[in-house]
Structure formats: C-alpha cells, structure tokens
C-alpha cells in the first residue's frame, strides 16, 4: 500500500506524458487535490513548472531519442554484448588454473576475476556510447534542418554572380519594411520579386545598403581601391538608362568579349543579339554602355550642328537595330577602333585635364570619322545636306573645333559627383579586360559576402521601420585586456625576433597591403613617420586582435547601420535618388538644426540602440594614470554614444570614521573628457562572486530598451549583419511554440582560425557546436541553453527573473549557461537563429586553449553539483532530461569514461597476465580450437571519442562551404595533427573535471588573449601538464609495456600492435603534444635554455612568496591545493584509487628469477623489505648530508663509500646464489616505482597525519625525485629530435601558415646575425 501511494505521482505523471497541455495545466494549477496527487513529483516552488512543450514538439524530440535508444541497443547487443556470451562461458567452465602469484583463493570456481576483466571494459564502452550515437545523430539531423533551412546555397562568388540578380528582390522583401503582411513558412524555391529599372526607389536602397557595406570593407582593409570601385553600384541611378545597374565586378570584360564576337559576326542582326542576351550580364553591360555613350556626347557637345549630325547618326543606327538591318547597312570590323578611340576620350575626361581639350576634339572626330566612313555602308541623305558625306566632300570648318564664337563642346565638363561616379564606372567597364571571378580576393570578404546574400535567402521575420523597432542595448564586460596596442607593443620583438607588426603583414599580407594604399604609403618607414598614420597602424593591428577597440567598432555598427535604415523609412523618394552620402557629410548648419533628416537620423539611433561597456576598473586605471584609461576615453571621444559604466571606490567620512564607499558610475565623452550621467551607491563592494558576472550586474541598471545582447570582450560585429538587427528583433513577437522566447540564440563565426594550426582546429570545433550543434540543441530538442555571449535576452522577462549573471563564487563559475537554465526554468524558451552572425575571438595557443578547457571542465563539475541542474533533471520529461544531460554534464561524463575505459581496460589485462590466468585460458582456448575465447581474449575496447567529435565539423564544413572542401580540410587536419590535439584536449576535460567533482576548488582561469607567438619553456609545460598529462600518459606507458612483456593473448609484435595502438596513441598524445604544438619547440637552442631552466626551478626551494614559477616546492605545493580543502569523502577516494598501484609490485615479483618460482606470500613481504631498505639508505643519506657534510665532508664521504659497497655486494650475492638477472634490475623498477608514487600519493592526501609524525620532508624529497625522473623520461625524445634541423622545420610549417613558416625562418636567421655583432 505504501509503495502504491509513494509511486501514484509518478504513475499518473507517466500516463499524461504525451498530453504536455494536460501537465502543464496541472502543474500551474493551485487546486490542493492536484496538490495532493502531486505531493512528490511537485515541490511547492514556483521555478520548473509548466515547462512542457507542445505536442508535435515533444512527438519530434521523443521520435528523436526512440530511434537513437534502439540503435544504441542493437549495436551493443550484436557487437558488444552476443560475441562475449560463449567465451564467458568457456572462461566459467576452465578447472585448474595455474596461478603465477600466490592466489588467495586459489580453490574459486568460476574465474570471476578473468570475467570482471574481459566485462568491465564493455560495460564502460555500454554506458558511454550513448554520447557517440547522439553526436552521429545530432549530425544527421542538423545536418538536414541546415540544409532546410537553406544554409550554404550561396558559398562561393560563382553562386553569388549566379543569383546576384535576385539580390535586390531578396533585399527588398527582408530588409525594406512594407505593409504586406508575410506568410513565414518552408518552401522548395525561393523566388523574389526582380527589381525593375521602373521601381528606381528600390534599386537605389539597394545600391545605398550594398555599398554601405562594400565601403565598410574598403575602411576594414578586406579589399583595395580597386576591388571597392569594380564592387560599388551607381548611388544614383541615370533616370535615362532604363535597366539596372550592376556592380561592375558582375559586367567585368563582358563588353570587349561583346566587340571581338560583332566585330566578327556575319549573320543575322537578330543571332548576334540572341548570343549576347544568353549572357545576362553581357547584355545589361551592352545596353549600359550605350546608352552612357549617348550621355557622354550629350554632356559634352553643345554645338547645335554636331547635335544635329550625331542625332541623325544614332537615329539612323537604332532605325536599322529596330529593323533587324544593322549589320546589313554596317560594317562592323572598324568596331574595335571606334571603342578604343572611345575609351581614350572617357580616359581623359576621368582625369578632367582643361590643357587636353585639343585632344578631344581630336577623338571627337576620329570618331565622327570612324562612323561615317569606315562603318556606314551607305551616305545618309540628311548627313549629305548637313555638307557631312562620307564621300570627298570636306566640311568648310572643321566639326567640334568650335570656331565660331559659341563653342562646340563643353571642356571640361560640369563635375558632380554622379558625373564621377558615371564615369569612372564606364571606364571600368571598357577597360577590365580580365574576368573578375576573383573579385574579392580576400578569404575573409568572400566568406562575408557570400553568408550575407546567403542569408537574404534564408526565412527570417520581415523588417519593421526603425521608429516601430524593439529598442535594444548591448552590454560588454571588460576588465584589463588590451584596448589598443601602443607603438611599443607593436615592436616589441620576441626571443625569435618576431614582433606583432612582423607577423601580422605575414598572417594577413593582402590586407596590409590594402592599408599601405589607403595611407598612400609605400614602406613601413614612410607610415611610421607620421603621427596620424601611426595612430592609424596601431588601430589596423588593434583590429586584429582580440580588443575592446575592435569589439566597439563592431558594435557602434549596430549605430550607423541603424541611421542608414532610418534614412531609407524617412526619406523623400528624392532624397533617397540623391543618396545616402549627402546625409552623411551634413553641413554645419543642417548638424544644428533640430528639423534636419540628420538630426532625425542621429535621433531616432540614439533612441533604438545603447551601448554600454561596463569597464569595472576604469575609475582605478584612470586615478593611477594607465595607459589604458586613456584609450577607453578615446574611444568614447571617437564613438560619442559610447557609455562606459565603472565601480567607484571612494573614501567618505562618516560619523568621525572614514570609509569606502563603492559606487555604479555611467560616463560619456564630452568635449574629450568624461562626463558624468549617474552615479548609484552600492550597499557594498561589488565584487563578492565570480569577476565578470558581478560585472555585468553594477551595469546592467544603465542598459535600456526591451532586448539586451551581451557581447564577450573578444568579439566583433560587422555592418552587413547589423542590418538584420531588426528582424531578428522582431522573433520576440514571432510563434517559437507554447512560450514567446526570451533568448534569442546567435551563430558565431570564430575569427582567429588563420592565426595558426591549433587556432584553425579550436574555430573549427567551436563553428560546429555554435552552428550545427546549438541548431539540434534548439530544434528538436529545446535543450538550447546560454552559451557565450552574442545571444538576445528577452531584457525585461530577465529583470524580474533574477538578472542574466548567476554570480556565486566556484558554482557559477561558467556563469554564461546559468542564464539559459534560469530562463527554462521560469518557463521561457530559447531559440536559435542562423541568418545573422557576429565575430568571436578564441584563444589560440596550446596553453591558452588548455586553461580555457579547464574552465570549462571545472564549471561542467560545478554544474554537476547546482540545484539548477537538479531541478531541470527532475522537472523535464524523461526523453528531453536525456538531452539535457548528453549535452552538458554527459558530454564532460562520458569523456571521463573514455578515458577510464583504456585504464580498466589495461588494468584488466595487466591482472590477467600477472596473475597466469590469462596463460592459462589462451593455451586452453588452442587446445580445443575455440576461436571464439581466443578473439575475445586479444579484442580491442577502445573507442576514440576524440575523432568522432569530428563529425558534427565534417557536416558543417560540408553544409557552408561544400562536401569536397569539408573532406579536403579534414584531410589537411589529420596531417597537421589534429587527432593528437583533440586526444590531447580530451585529456585536459578529463583531469579538471574528475578533480572538481572529487574535491571542488573550481576557479577562474585568465587566458590571455594575446597573439601567441612565443615559444613556452619546458619548465612552464612541466607545471601545467605535469598531473593532468604527463603523469597519466606515464602510467598507461608503463602499463602496455608490462603488458607487453607479461601478457600472453598477443603471441608477436604485430598482434600486440593491433590490440594497442590506439592507447600508444593516447600515450604519446597525452606525453608530446605540448612540444609538438610549441612554437620553436625542437629547435636545439632553446632545448638547452629550456634544460637550464628546468633544472633552475626543479632544485630551487619554497618559501613565503615565492611564486610557483619559481620554484618548485611552491608549485608542488599549490598542485595540493584540493587536497586541502577536500571533504572526508574526497580523502578517502584519493587514497583508494592510489592502491591501484600496488598491482604492479605484487604481481612482478613472483615473476622475477630471484624468487625460484615461490608462490608464497612471504615474496611479497620480502620485496617491501627492498622498499624499506631503500627508504632507510635514502633517509640516512639525507641526514647524513645535513650533519655531517659542513664539518665532517670525510666522514660523509666515508659513509656514502660504505653504501656503495655494501649495495654491490648484496647485489653480487644476489646474482651468484639467487639466480638474479639483469632483466630482475629492470623488473623491479616496473614493480618499485608505482608503488612509490602510490605511497606518495596517500602520504599528500594524508598531509596531516604525515606531518604530525615529522616524516613531510621525506615525502618531499621523494616527490621531487620522481619529478626528476619524470622530466627526464619526457625530455630525452624532445632532445633526441631536437638532434635533427629538419624536425624543427617541419613543426613550424605544421603550426603556422607557410607565409610566416617562411618569414620566422629568415628572422631567426636575421636575429643569429643580430647576436653575433653583439658579440
């Protein structure tokens, strides 16, 4: 009866399962009979509940997990589970076992042990590979919702010339609000309005969008001058010209290809026009140039006599063209004569030089003459009278010369700035002989171009005017990173002689070229010698890095784009023809008065977007003169809508006492200072959590409007994305299901991937979580969280549910995904949206990379513990809690496995082949011929969850940028090493993770977000991977190699590579990666630096103060440093585990010759006899080092002389009379050693006790002398390699591109010179 009441809450939550409306009814319902019934499944709090989703929702995410579940099972059932059976059996069924060990319970049926060994592994491998199958899943889904969803249609510039000219159309629907109201929704075709040369307001808001954005390239140095002009459409359209002008890049060497094929047409009039209108392109460049002829001469001739011949002329030529006579009445070889002849007059009217008046006059009639008497079959009777023949008769005055008092041409003509613009764009078009497929050629500019058209096709909510738009604020925490980089920064060289200026030209060689044009500057040195120019440079490079500076120039995008918008809703349909840059460039007069369209424009901005950088220390930095300060007020001088919010600490006497008072200050710029707006006191100091939540928190208060975006301090925005603003804006008020959301999730595009080979595996890892990933994570399955910080908060819903920053100090330590499980579980919903993107940063060094995956880890291991987790587990269905969990804390578990899998596993093997059980089953499995024990017995049960993670990658390389590139770059990344950082990276998840979920202490670890360019001591490396590689990657040596000698089941070499390959791959990952990834890191100089330094450290002692890098004890020390905080339960497993250990001694020894076969458990003790010995020698030698070595140095000696002997002898005795070999000598270190890091393990887990019996500073000792060995067996091979010059060349190409690979080279070679004068 108890059991029925205590299961009916459970019961009827299982029967209304698939009724969500039903449950979540019940759920918000206050009715104290629904209380009843719920009184275990229900606590009475008001977060999670009513969290279901709809019906077709949860069928989809339900459908989701049934197929992965029954594929799961089916895999481990016929692969895992069936192939065991029998061979378990055969195992069960084996009598007498010969024990090589002595064997406690030697009479045991069964051979349980041999069982747990051959199971344990597959049950690891079962419980795990549920995270397999749904990364194989999640891949397939999101691959197709991605490819739904039209992501990559238009991924290079041919896709993009192809659909070019639904641009305007797609524009127009998506970013031009309209009245019409939109049926969102799937369709197989997108097709679009075209804009026609009649809807002239449209094509002129597309051409002030576009080139806005093409301008904001040219500015950011992605193309050059003349990229920027081939990419520009018309501002404003000639009314005359009755088509649409596209950018020139579009009509490139269409009109000489158009030349050659008349110049030698001989049919019809009607196939010529036929084969010039198959090319689109062609055609509207014919036509254009045409009729921008017509315009020339129209411009420039003003002589009513000229006018009237070449009125006739061109009446005469579109008379035969509408006839379908032309090429009958015609010649059309002399064609290329007259357009060069053309082409020279435009080339001087470009330059508008009044002395070369002479000259066109000149062309002017070459022409006339190239027309009436070359191309003309027959005279024009009109032309004839006019006294114009093409015959002999010579005109009395010579046409445009204007000898008569008027003149017969205007030259130079009136200049305006669409004259310019005509011009130059028909000059281009004459002369761009070669196609401009490869306009831009910039990688960064293609990808930007082709995901901003891309994303006019994808399904979005249509725009509102600006005026009627959610105002919204952006927030950016900012502590003490780098804002611009000094001059000095800049040139500041490294050991390789390698300063940032230097690798920047290398990394990015087009764009630094772009920049020496913009400053018109020819070398370095000419840029240098200007002031402006180098503030100009310091901000190119700022741009380029991970600054403030960058991340509010993307940001103040959101402004600008903003002010272009609300020109387009605002302005006459004449203004806009006159265009957006008269606007743009306002007169002093039109900046004061408050009626102007750009006082309007700079009003309804100011209105619609805030950007608040919340820069906490700004008010310290500015009292203690920082450089820094400095550049956040420039920047704010620079961006006058900038406001920086900072904590104020300020001594104030109160009641005779003095004390700090904290205050939430909000500054701007005035008059290039700051100004005060608010200032708010604070009941105390602000910073009582984790650092960057309690950031966000002071500021939060000064943001305004309905949305709020958080962008990181390592972030970017660029224009063309700040267009979309507004409609993704709008999906606030769009149906997402049951509940409006309140975060809108954002895809990021990682912009350091081309700084270096780790850099482009972390962007490529990261691309695929916040793309593919993230899209699964939204749809089906609504488990999206928060992750990072380009995401849309819902800012008033967040307010009154406790804030966007959980900020406790160790639980929220990744305080960004406890916005998103706070948001679910106060019923909002999380969506995620591809057509927009903005830029973020990544750490890209080996050791950045690691403290960023530690962080993480560590907060993955806090989440473990948090009731938010606990909550959402308890409250979501059972199919969307397994998606909760797979996708944050399973992801961290289910690494741990993977990793726990090869130790179980070789463990497992290593007890099978020391005890003789392992013997004896493969000799019985031969006598009777059972193939089946045998393969079960050599099987493999290692699963590389590293390279699968590559999948999601694969398929989103293939979605964006084509299936062909994605294998390509795969293939690239194998042979950069990939696979070892991944292995590597899973380590690192690992270790961090394990430890905060043994004994806490989770922290912040600060990267850096330099360029990483240095190369890391060895010494550094020891300290950071010491325990959660190195040390592993050892142990797990030292396991395959007794394996390798003790097992039976692998009879050869080969055999025992194929069963373990995959682990000497872990090993040697876990072991080298560090080296292989650091810069310089085989170069023999810096090996022998790095020895010196290493050794500096590993001898030097501790004390107070002294930091970690210093000295070793200090480090060791704070490696301890959860051991002393941990609880009785932590303890206790730090000491379990390190029994593992004790396998090795006890099982080599009665291996060993020495011991004659004995099986008694006396070998045991006698070995630990060894130990103690040892121990004793040791301890007597460190004692006698303090008491005798100052005053009695001959006694000492004396007494290490008796040691020595007395070892020999023993040693002799030993092998003459007990059989010892040297083979023993190295058996027992395999046996020794573990069990002394066993011994030392439990001594620092038992600190205490050890140091109340005075025995800490033999543990010390210990300790640092298997530190010793440890570095030694590491650095040997790093040594070795380092032998040979071309490893450390082939590692530099490995790690950077080849441009720098080549540049660092020549500079080392520079910088040896360097050395060799001082000299």
Known sequence: MAVAIYLLPNLLVAMLFIFPMLRRWIENSDWHIIRFLLWWSQPRIYVGRGMHESQFTLIKYTLFWVLLLCSKFAFSYFIQIKPLVKPTKDIMNIRRVQYSWHEFFPNAKYNFGAIASLWAPVIFVYFMDTQIWYSIFSTLYGGVVGAFDRLGEIRTLGMLRSRFQSLPGAFNTYLVPSDKTQKRGFSFSKRFAEVTASRRSEAAKFAQLWNEVICSFREEDLINDREMDLLLVPYSSDPSLKLIQWPPFLLASKIPIALDMAAQFRSRDSDLWKRICADEYMKCAVIECYESFKLVLNVLVVGENEKRIIGIIIKDIENNISKNTFLANFRMSPLPILCKKFVELVGILKDGDPAKRDTVVLLLQDMLEVVTRDMMVNEIRELVELGHSNKDSIPRRQLFAGTDPKPAIVFPPVVTAQWEEQIKRLYLLLTVKESATDVPTNLEARRRIAFFTNSLFMDMPRAPRVRKMLSFSVMTPYYSEETVYSKSDLEMENEDGVSIIFYLQKIFPDEWNNFMERLNCKSESEVLENEENILQLRHWVSLRGQTLCR??????????????QAFLDMASESEILEGYKAVTVPSEEEKKSQRSLYAQLEAVADMKFT???????????????????????????????????????????????????????????????DQEIYRIKLPGTAKIGEGKPENQNHAIIFTRGEALQTIDMNQDNYLEEAFKMRNLLEEFNEDHGVRPPTILGVREHIFTGSVSSLAWFMSNQETSFVTIGQRVLARPLKVRFHY????????IFHITRGGISKASRGINLSEDIFAGFNSTLRRGNVTHHEYIQVGKGRDVGLNQISLFEAKVACGNGEQTLSRDIYRLGHRFDFFRMLSCYFTTVGFYVSSMMVVLTVYVYLYGKLYLSLSGLEKTIVKQARARGDDALRTAMASQSVVQLGLLMALPMVMEIGLERGFRTALGDIIIMQLQLAAVFFTFSLGTKVHYFGRTILHGGARYRATGRGFVVRHEKFAENYRMYSRSHFVKGLELMILLIAYQIYGSAAPDSTSYIM?????????????????????????????????????????????????????????WDEEQEHLQHTGSLGRFWEIALSTRFFLYQYGIVYHLHVSNGDKSIIVYGLSWLVIVAVMIILKIVSMGRKKFSADFQLMFRLLKLFLF????????????????????????LLAFMPTGWALLQIAQACRPLIKALGMWGSVKALAR?????????????????????????????????????????IQRILAGGKKHKVK
């Not at 990072?788 to 800012?795: E, L, Q, T, Y």
């Open 788 to 795: 990072g910080h380009p995401d849309v908060f819902d800012r």
């Open 1205 to 1228: 002997v007395g070892a020999v002898v023993t040693l002799g005795i030993l092998f003459a009379f007990l059989s010892l070999t040297v083979g023993d000598i190295f058996a027992s």
């Open 1059 to 1115: 069963l373990t390959s995959s682990m000497w791959f872990l090993v040697v990952s876990f072991l080298f990666a560090p080296f292989l990834f650091n810069p310089s890191g085989f170069e023999w100089q810096k090996i022998v630096e790095d020895w010196e330094d290493w050794t500096k450290w590993i001898s030097s002692g501790g004390g107070i103060g002294v930091p970690a890098n210093k000295s070793w004890e200090s480090w």
């Open 551 to 564: 991340t509010v120039r993307g940001m103040m995008y959101y402004r600008r784009a903003l002010k272009l």
């Open 1265 to 1305: 002398g298997f530190e010793y060995m440890m570095g030694l067996v590491i650095f040997a091979p790093v040594t070795i390699l380092a032998w040979f010059p071309f490893v450390s060349e082939f590692q530099t190409r490995l790690l950077f591109n080849q441009a720098f690979s080549r540049g660092l080279q």
């Open 611 to 673: 950007y608040v950088a919340t820069c906490q220390n700004y008010g310290n930095q500015k009292r203690g003169g920082d450089r820094r300060a400095t550049d956040i007020l420039n920047l704010m001088v620079n961006n006058p809508s900038l406001r920086v919010a900072y904590i104020d600490e300020v001594e104030e006497r109160e009641s005779g006492k003095v004390q700090k008072v904290y205050y939430s200050v909000l500054v701007k710029a005035v008059d290039n200072l």
